[in-house]
Nanobody
Framework: QVQLVESGGGLVQAGGSLRLSCSVS????????MAWFRQAPGKEREFAAA?????????RYADSAKGRFTISRVNAKNTVYLQMNSLKPEDAAVYYC????????????????????WGQGTQVTVSS
């Protein structure tokens, strides 16, 4: 059973930063491509950032996240991170971590339906 547990959400002022963490209970973690999605009230879940398996050498971002968000992974800790800087009120949402078994390195996935495993989400609130 693959379990994903997000943490690090909270309330931050516009222009501030947060770092989200996602701890994954699967071995070997390095064989999983990872991603962050977000869902604001009344809106569909949308892609934010993705990172390839293995060394995480390939990353991909939504246009809204480029230049402000950074996804990274530490395989030794079974953890993926999302560093969010220059936060805006429109970044407020529940952020979800997702995992997909991907033993071949170099692939990232943007579609929510491409991920088999999901966390419970962590709330990010940005005050203006």
């Amino acid at each position: 059973q693959v379990q994903l547990v997000e943490s690090g959400g909270g309330l931050v002022q516009a222009g501030g930063s947060l770092r989200l963490s996602c701890s994954v209970s699967v071995l070997p973690f390095s064989t999983y491509a990872m991603a962050w999605f977000r869902q604001a009230p009344g809106k569909e879940r949308e892609f934010a950032a993705a990172i390839s398996s293995r060394s995480g050498g390939i990353t991909r971002y939504a246009d809204s996240a480029k230049g402000r968000f950074t996804i990274s992974r530490v395989n030794a800790k079974n953890t993926v991170y999302l560093q969010m800087n220059s936060l805006k009120p429109e970044d407020a949402a529940v952020y979800y971590c997702a995992a997909e078994f991907s033993p071949s390195s170099g692939r990232t996935y943007r579609g929510a339906d491409e991920y088999d495993y999901w966390g419970q989400g962590t709330q990010v609130t940005v005050s203006s």
